[in-house]
Each structure stands twice: as C-alpha cells, then as structure tokens.
T-cell receptor, first 115, second 115 residues
Framework: NAGVTQTPKFRILKIGQSMTLQCTQD?????MYWYRQDPGMGLKLIYY???????DKGEVPNGYNVSRSTTEDFPLRLELAAPSQTSVYFC??????????????FGPGTRLTVL | AQSVTQLGSHVSVSEGALVLLRCNYS??????LFWYVQYPNQGLQLLLK??????LVKGINGFEAEFKKSETSFHLTKPSAHMSDAAEYFC?????????????FGGGTRLMVKP
C-alpha cells in the first residue's frame, strides 16, 4: 500500500515564486488535511477537506490555497512564497468512522525553503 | 479552545530504562487524545489514542498511556527503552469539526536513547 504520498520531497523557492505541493492518497479516504511543522513546534493545520469539492480553512491558512477535484488528490498552492513559509509540510488523510477519534494517516512530508 | 503542552522538548534515557513523556491538555469538552511518533525524515505514525473506552491505553511497540482527567494528563510510558525508540513524539487533542477531525498538537518531545 502506498498510503499517502507527497511530492516533491525537497524544494527551494525564491521569494515571490509560486509552487504546488502534491498530495495523493490511495485509501479512498474522504478527509484530507495539510499541516505545517516549524522547527521545535507541533504541527499546525493549514486547510482541510471533507470530500471532493469541499475545503475549509484551518488554523494558519494565510498565503495558501487548496482545491479538491478528486477523492485521491489534495494539492496545496503557494502563490507568493515568503520566508515565513519555510517549513515542513505534511499531508494527511482519514476516513469517517467515529469523527473526533478517527486516525489520521500522514505522508512523509515536503521540506520547503524560501530564500 | 483546546491546547496541548508537552513538558520537556528533549528527554534522554538509557537503553532498558523507563520512558516517560509528559502531556497535559486543555479542552472545553471531553477530549480525545493521541500520541504520534515521527522517525527521522518520515511522516507521523499513530502510537495510540484515547477514545474514552478505557483510561489505560495500550499502543504499538510496547507503549501505553493513561488518561487522568483530574490531572488533565495523558503521559506516555514504556517500561524498557530500546534504541529503536529514538524519535520525536507528539501528543495531540482532537476537535471534531462539522465533518472532519482537527488535531491540535503539542510542541513535541525528542527522545534520545543512550546505549
């Protein structure tokens, strides 16, 4: 099982550039999430999606956009990269069984540096 | 609002010694609590979760955690540390969104195991 896959693994951007972080899951999960992890900090939720065509903001959405056209894919877009967006980005997915106790499955992460 | 505090960003133990990683939470509703482990350059993996069925929760790799409402704690323990336990550990509390599941993470504790 591939689970949750993310590409690229590493990326260096210049200030003002844009890019899309890709996330794909093959578990037929309804829910998908994007988190960022800053050094020494826990993960913070950027955006989440409860199904194709439905997305919502998390705790730190500014500077990012998402779309969900299929169940499998949940790309994260950075339009104007800023140094504050230097972080490790994790995608996760879960299926609805009991709601708040659902287990989220994480991808390996994308390490992004903005210079 | 909910939050998680992990006391000690770094914990060092000798191989074979007791592992104790501390987690305290704040939640306005009955919490659902999780422990995740992150090995170097990998995504997060679920260790165990508290879903109110039992206060003592057993997880993978010999870890367990006890939910103590009076102390608002969910500390992670393992009787005997192994070198392979060296990793970063995150405690998280869950908030059930309209149809999703938002995790609020603590800052993480890096466990080092000395031979």
């Amino acid at each position: 099982n591939a689970g949750v896959t993310q590409t690229p693994k590493f990326r260096i951007l210049k200030i003002g550039q844009s890019m899309t972080l890709q996330c794909t899951q093959d578990m037929n999960h309804n829910y998908m999430y994007w988190y960022r992890q800053d050094p020494g900090m826990g993960l913070k939720l950027i955006y989440y999606s409860v199904g194709a065509g439905i997305t919502d903001k998390g705790e730190v959405p500014n500077g990012y956009n998402v779309s969900r056209s299929t169940t499998e894919d949940f790309p994260l877009r950075l339009e104007l990269a800023a140094p504050s967006q230097t972080s490790v980005y994790f995608c996760a997915s879960s299926t609805r069984t009991s709601g708040a106790t659902d287990t989220q499955y994480f991808g390996p992460g994308t390490r992004l540096t903005v210079l | 609002a909910q939050s998680v505090t992990q006391l000690g960003s770094h914990v060092s133990v000798s191989e074979g010694a007791l592992v104790l990683l501390r987690c305290n939470y704040s939640s306005s509703v009955p919490p659902y609590l999780f422990w995740y482990v992150q090995y170097p350059n990998q995504g997060l993996q679920l260790l165990l979760k508290y879903t109110s069925a039992a206060t003592l929760v057993k997880g993978i790799n010999g870890f367990e955690a006890e939910f103590k409402k009076s102390e608002t704690s969910f500390h992670l323990t393992k009787p005997s540390a192994h070198m392979s336990d060296a990793a970063e550990y995150f405690c998280a509390v869950s908030l059930h969104l309209n149809a999703g599941n938002m995790l609020t993470f603590g800052g993480g504790t890096r466990l080092m195991v000395k031979p």
